[in-house]
């Protein structure tokens, strides 16, 4: 029977690559910042269009992906060298090394899948509710770099990565909720969020310090068998929890850090939407904090 099936013809879900088919979804709705902002920003129409037909575009590749992983449910990652030099030191420190790439896993895969079309369905909302105000062109570039952004951040397979793509979320953010900046309340709106984004940007920026400092390391999937191997102390877990529970309670609104979501609503209906149901930040915790290893001993870390 094995062998059977061993010779069964293969389907395109046993050989196209979900990582590809990931890194489309992520760089799709910026290839259609590029493309508005070059060639279409004269044209409110064409430029809509562009956007919802490329957000589509990345809806069907993270469909893909998500179908692959429920067919072959496996953690594939797709990295690249963003920064490498060497420190002149001995030892594991005598290379610095930072990259970036995509991972395909069935909780990336679920949660991309939900970005992108909530994506499209605000972007189609939009239509019709911004046919008749100014700015379009600029609200769908600024839609499509926010689905750019936490897109990002799903697909993220380190701690450099999600944080780059942790202050991407946070410009873009500004952007939707200070859309009108001409009204005095929208500008304090999205000042607001920005300084709460921010001090979650800083808190995620102090804990990848601290992890690469303890474990040399800042891929997710590496650290996963790391962390409980002495490295650190359950002290030392238990402050990098919390560091990434406040970057990621600053983005999706949760207590305290929650003050700045009720001024999205100066932003267009739209991107209020999109602010509000779409925030893969909480993914940040179930990745990161959540991971089996990760766990250390404090009760009221973990409930």
């Known amino acids: 029977m094995l062998s059977l099936l061993a010779a069964a013809p293969k389907g395109p879900l046993d050989t196209w690559s979900p990582t590809l088919l990931a890194q489309f979804a992520l760089l799709l709705p910026l290839a259609a910042v590029l493309i508005i902002v070059a060639f279409t920003i004269d044209s409110r129409r064409v430029s809509a269009a562009i956007s919802i037909i490329f957000t589509l575009a990345s809806l069907v590749c993270t469909l893909l992906v998500a179908a692959i992983e429920v067919a072959h449910p496996l953690h594939l990652e797709r990295p690249a060298t963003f920064l490498q030099f060497f420190t002149g030191q001995s030892g594991g420190a005598s290379e610095f090394t930072l990259q970036w790439g995509v991972l395909a896993d069935p909780l990336a895969a679920t949660v991309a899948l939900a970005v992108a079309l909530v994506s499209l369905l605000v972007q189609v909302y939009a239509l019709s509710f911004m046919r008749r105000e100014d700015g379009v062109v600029r609200f769908f570039c600024v839609l499509l770099f926010a689905t750019f952004a936490m897109l990002g951040v799903t697909l993220s397979l380190s701690y450099f990565e999600m944080l780059l793509f942790f202050g991407m979320v946070t410009l873009s953010t500004y952007l939707l909720i200070g859309h009108w900046w001409q009204r005095e309340e929208a500008g304090a709106a999205a000042t607001r969020a920005f300084i709460i984004s921010a001090i979650g940007d800083l808190a995620l920026l102090a804990a990848v310090a601290y992890i690469y400092f303890r474990f040399n390391e800042l891929n997710f999937q590496t650290l996963a068998g790391q962390y409980a191997g002495g490295k650190v102390s359950a002290n030392g877990l238990f402050i990098m929890a919390i560091l990434v529970f406040i970057a990621a309670a600053a ?53």
Not at 255 to 278: E, K, N, R, T, Y
């Open 251 to 303: 983005k999706s609104a949760q207590f305290p850090l929650h003050v700045w979501l009720p001024g999205s609503a100066q932003a267009p209906a739209p991107a209020a939407a999109l602010i509000s149901s779409s925030q893969p930040q909480r993914r940040l915790i179930v990745r990161v904090v959540g991971r089996p290893g990760a766990r250390c001993s404090h009760s009221c870390c973990w409930g």
